[in-house]
């Protein structure tokens, strides 16, 4: 048996205004909350038992895996206040049952990857490490941490953010899942917050610790903002994202009771959410629209998410916007780049456009 820790606790500011109601774990990816699609990759990996260690919005997982089957025991580990990475990590254990020097996958709440989560268990037995790093090297490594190791997949250092090209001594970084022996949690301490990126890994190698790396490179995403959550939902419904939750693949997702006008357009990997209304000729292409929403007549939708129950007027072009629930958008109007709505938002017919020559 392996048991996993599934931090979902963070407040997701990046994705706001979507995550003031609904913690980014929570949100609806490719048909079903994010949370389900890690939840049932560590099932089929061998994962029996998860804690998902919660504090930000806990009650809304609660709710969610009160009632869910997802063929794996589930238990909620709720921070009173917010502990940070290794904090979370800590206070779940109590709720192991993992022996000492067993090994226990510990995952980032917003990672799609495809790892293979068996192979990074019997490398970390293998090699004896106390810990292991799943590594995934990235294009450009500026906006992250580095992760060098020798070779023999040593972890050497945990570097800060390169500001030169000299400090990009690898393009590997810390991909957000990690598997730990159980006495190696006992060591972090209690009871206040702690960051196992800055305090615990770096503190593990002052101490002699073998920290090992695995590096693959397959499928990795961090669904943290508003483009990297369009783009990884519309990589599952595509397909060229793994995850065994996502209900049907194909050019876009509709789900039951949607109603899509026999002229719009939808393709690209949208997901048109329960309850939803796409109008006639709308277009809608590698967006998210969330349930209850209403695309009306004519509006283009464009790598942007709608959020729950938010209403786009008729002939508005959204392009790389993010709308809260509830918003309301007049018709007309162009929404471009980055424009986020908050959620019950108005915003009246005509009133906001972008020039394409500005
Ligand atoms: P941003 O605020 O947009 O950076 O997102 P975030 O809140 O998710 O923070 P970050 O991406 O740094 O967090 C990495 C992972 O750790 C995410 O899955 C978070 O849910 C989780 N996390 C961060 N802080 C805590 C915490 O205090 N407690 C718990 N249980 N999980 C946390």
């Not at 939750?245 to 719009?264: M, N």
């Not at 695309?295 to 129950?309: C, F, L, N």
Request: glycine share 12%.
């Amino acid at each position: 048996m392996t048991e996993a820790v599934l931090l979902v606790g963070g407040q997701g500011t990046r994705l706001r205004p979507l995550t003031v109601n609904t913690p980014k774990p929570m949100l609806p990816v490719a048909g079903v909350p994010f949370t389900v699609h890690q939840i049932t990759r560590a099932r089929d990996a061998g994962v029996t038992r998860i804690i998902l260690a919660t504090s930000y919005k806990a009650e809304v997982f609660k709710a969610f895996i009160d009632d869910a089957d997802l063929g794996i025991e589930v238990v909620i580990a709720t921070e009173d206040e917010p502990l940070g990475t290794g904090g979370a990590i800590r206070h779940a254990l109590p709720y192991l049952e993992s022996g000492p020097d067993e090994p226990v996958l510990i995952f980032n709440g917003d990672v799609l990857s495809g790892v293979d989560l068996d192979g990074l268990v019997t490398h970390h037995r293998d090699t004896g490490s106390d810990v292991t790093l799943y590594l995934t090297p990235v294009e450009d490594p500026r906006a992250y941490g580095l992760v060098p190791t020798d070779h023999e997949g040593r972890v050497t250092a945990f570097l800060e953010k390169p500001k030169t090209d000299e400090e990009i001594v690898t393009n590997n970084i810390n991909a957000g899942c990690y598997v730990f022996k159980r006495s190696i949690i006992d060591s972090i301490p209690a009871g206040r917050p702690v960051s196992v990126e800055r305090e615990t890994f770096p503190g593990l190698l002052d101490s002699g610790a073998l920290v090992t790396g695995v590096v693959d490179s397959g499928y990795w995403l961090d669904l943290g903002t508003p483009l990297s959550f369009v783009q990884g939902s519309c990589d599952l419904v595509l397909g060229s994202a793994p995850s065994p939750a996502v209900p049907q693949t194909g050019d876009y997702l509709e789900l039951p009771e949607a109603q899509v006008a026999s002229d719009a357009q939808v393709h690209g990997g949208s997901v048109i959410g329960r309850g939803a209304v796409v109008g006639a000729g709308a277009v809608v292409t590698g967006a998210v629209v969330f349930d209850g929403a209403e695309i009306a007549d004519g509006a283009h939708v464009a790598h942007s998410i709608v959020g729950a129950g938010a209403v786009v007027g008729a002939g508005t072009v959204l392009n790389r916007a993010v709308i809260g629930d509830g918003a309301v958008i007049g018709r007309g109007n162009e929404l471009l780049e980055g424009v986020r709505v908050w959620p019950e938002a108005r915003i009246p017919d005509g009133s906001v456009r972008f020039s394409s020559d500005a």
